[in-house]
């Protein structure tokens, strides 16, 4: 793989992993009530 | 009469995982890498990512917003939601019936496509398929399994509609526990382990490194570089930035109807701006870290780089079905890690048939006030009669056709009129009022402007090209068989009836409602 393909894959994976880790901690640090 | 009151979520990671279960399915192991290997490898990220922002993210929030607040009015399917948007238009609830009709008509299919991975996991686990050392043998044992010939593995379909009786019946004893009880339950449970089985899948292809020593260059680095290396050149065609917005469109289960319902069951304090982008996280995960860390780079090192191409031109039906049974014949403890492959397929397609089984039975208890076991009752009876011609008649055009009208035709049209309903008709100020109702975060303002103006535009665009480039050819039955054509045109007629049909019913159920009034 060339240099600009792993740019791409790390851009993405750290981008979509980002978004899940704010949004999991986002959800679960809001005390849920019913 | 007395009206049971609604269901609701569990929790809110219920409501979450069950969006992210419908939305992952097999086209983000399957067609996803497919596509992006197709359209310009790494480069294909760029417009994937640019439609994610102003169609994708933009869709979701409309629909879990949509759904929550016509939920708020006891709806639960599109007829009602979009009633309850325009109430003095008594003719705004028959665009809805496309959000009925959708479903109904994937889940036809669907169902039976999603029991192929469970035979599938039976077959892996038994030894079958590990020892089927070629492409022509996978191939036909394929063939048998579908019923589309008699071969050496099946004599009939019978082992095929088994698995699908069980898909079938898993999917009726999942919506008939309801919404909390049986959709939360089984997502809860079977995201995770899906999520778990990738892993372990994408842990294993990573690290195959070169395993034919002599082809030092057939290695994983290689095989992800198929994938992942720019060819900047496709970013101006026209085609590869469709490709992008179309496979956002499907991977999200957005413009079904499905989402609607779903958060339709949610209260009117709860938030759908996080809880939306929760589950597009989740998605986003499945399909741009694991679904191109596994097929794509497993066939690369086991094929080569020029049978690859062929490989990946062949569809992904085949890539799925016939490559990766062979690919994973070769690793050690084949049977294993091909159980783990076609298990989280049908995990996926359980998670994903049972919300497209959902729109109906709700229309059915929202709008005609019967009990969710009759409504049940009533679905399984007509999907399981609607289910038999896509078995029987696979190899007849069948499929294709429901996929047409129900997974891309009515998907596309959906959504075009849910945004223009949500955001011209019910009004952008009010819209945006109503998505931020107990929002846990703050949409940036730049996205008024995108709802607005740019997504109902990209969708125009799509659904304008779309039908020039594929509707018409599929509409005049170009490529259809002379053999294939009454079969083809049957179903189209069908699907005419059941549309007319839903009309019917939503007609009759506002004529109820008005006499109850």
């Known amino acids: 793989m060339n240099i600009y393909g792993w740019i791409f894959l790390i851009l993405s994976w750290s981008g979509i992993l980002t978004l899940g880790t704010f949004c999991f901690h986002r959800v679960f640090s809001k005390k849920e009530v019913k | 009469m007395h009206k049971p009151k609604r269901e609701s ?20 192991f399957l067609r996803f890498p497919v596509q992006a290997a197709g359209n310009g490898g790494g480069a294909f990220m760029i417009p994937y990512f640019v439609a994610l922002l102003l169609l994708g993210i933009p869709l979701v929030w409309i629909e879990w917003t949509l759904g929550r607040y016509g939920g708020g009015f006891e709806h639960g399917t599109a007829p009602g939601i979009f009633h309850s948007l325009l ?15 959708g479903p109904f008509v994937i889940f036809i299919y669907y169902t039976f496509i999603a029991s192929w991975t469970l035979g ?10 590990a020892p089927l050392g070629d492409q022509a043998s996978i191939q036909s044992f394929l063939r048998g399994y579908q019923g589309l010939e008699q071969n050496g593995f099946f004599k009939s379909i019978a082992p095929a509609y088994m698995f699908f009786l069980i898909t079938f019946s898993l999917n009726i004893f999942v919506i008939y526990y309801g919404i909390r009880g049986g ?33 030092p260059g057939w290695n994983v680095g290689n095989g992800l570089g198929f994938l992942w290396n720019p060819d900047f050149g496709a970013l101006k065609s026209a085609k590869v930035w469709l490709a992008a917005a179309g496979q956002i469109f499907f991977t999200l289960s957005v413009g079904i109807g499905v989402i609607l319902t779903y958060a339709s069951y949610l209260s009117k304090g709860d938030d ?37 191409q062929a490989i990946a031109r062949q569809g992904a039906f085949d890539l799925g079905f016939v490559t990766m049974p062979l690919i994973l014949g070769k690793l050690p403890l084949s049977s294993i890690f091909s159980f783990l492959w076609f298990a989280l397929l049908f995990l996926a397609g359980v998670t994903s048939s049972v919300s497209l089984a959902q729109p109906a039975v709700a229309f059915l208890e929202d709008e005609f006030n019967i009990s969710r076991k009759r409504a049940v009752g009533i679905f399984a009876a ?25 997974g891309t035709f009515c998907l596309v049209l959906f959504g075009t009129i849910e945004t223009i309903l949500f955001v011209w008709v019910f009004g952008m100020d009010k819209a945006w009022e109503e ?3 107990g929002a ?41 068989s002379e053999a294939d054509k009454p079969f083809v045109l049957w179903t189209r007629l069908g699907l005419i009836a059941l549309f007319s049909a839903l009309a019917i019913m939503v007609k009759i159920a506002w004529r109820k409602r008005r006499k109850r009034a």
């Open chain 2, 9 to 28: 979520w569990g929790s809110r990671l219920g409501i979450i995982m069950a969006v992210a279960g419908s939305a992952v399915g097999l086209g983000n």
């Open chain 2, 87 to 101: 109430q003095k238009n008594r003719f705004i609830k028959y665009f809805g019936v496309i959000g009925i009709f």
């Open chain 2, 120 to 129: 599938y996991s039976f077959y892996s686990i038994k030894g079958v398929l």
């Open chain 2, 183 to 215: 959709i939360e339950t089984l997502c809860k449970i079977a995201l995770p382990v899906l999520f778990c089985f990738g892993i372990i899948l994408a842990i294993r292809v990573l690290t195959l490194g070169a395993p034919d020593a002599a082809k």
């Open chain 2, 272 to 308: 759908v701006v996080l809880s939306g982008m929760t589950a597009v996280s989740m998605n986003e995960f499945a399909e741009v870290v694991l679904g191109s860390s596994i097929i794509i780079p497993a066939a690369f090192v086991f094929f080569g780089p020029i049978d690859i």
């Open chain 2, 382 to 406: 007509v999907g399981f009669l609607l289910c038999q011609p896509a078995i029987f008649f696979l190899g007849r055009g069948v499929v294709n056709e429901l996929d047409f009208w129900g």
């Open chain 2, 435 to 437: 998505i931020h109702h």
């Open chain 2, 440 to 480: 846990d975060i703050r949409i940036p303002r730049i996205f008024k402007f995108i709802i607005k103006y740019v997504t109902p535009v990209f969708l125009l665009v799509i659904l304008g090209a779309w039908f020039f480039q594929e509707g018409l050819p599929t509409i005049f039955l170009k490529g259809v």
